[in-house]
């Protein structure tokens, strides 16, 4: 059974930095692409980026790239998104999902997760 639980959402200034965690179950851990999505109210839904945690591969989109990370604890089975020099616009609601990745390349492709997490806020103010 694939299970996602993210926390760590909150409120920020612009400028300011949060950390996201996924924590998954073992095996979607050592079997699955885990990525982060995010949407805004009125929206569409925007993938921020991807890790093959068996590998460590990890992808960034364009709006994210040099300023979002991503580490991993193995132990836990759980991956962070750290989110530094944010922005208003990166306000949105933020999801961990996983898709089956027999090969670290699919880490590259943000669509065909089909587990999600819960869902956290994050908030940025000017």
């Known amino acids: 059974q694939v299970q996602l639980v993210e926390s760590g959402g909150g409120s920020v200034q612009a400028g300011g930095s949060l950390r996201l965690s996924c924590a998954a179950s073992a095996y979607t851990y050592s079997s699955d692409c885990l990525g982060w999505f995010r949407q805004a109210p009125g929206k569409e839904r925007e993938g921020v980026a991807a890790?093959?945690?068996?590998?460590?591969?990890?992808y960034f989109a364009d709006s994210v790239s040099g300023r979002f990370t991503i580490s991993q604890d193995n132990a836990k089975n759980t991956v962070y998104l750290h989110m530094n020099s944010l922005k208003p616009e990166d306000t949105a609601m933020y999801y961990c999902a996983a898709k089956r990745c027999e090969d670290p390349i699919m880490v590259v492709d943000l669509t065909g997760y089909n587990y999600w997490g819960q869902g956290t806020q994050v908030t940025v103010s000017s």
């Open positions: 890790v093959y945690p068996r590998g460590g591969s990890t």
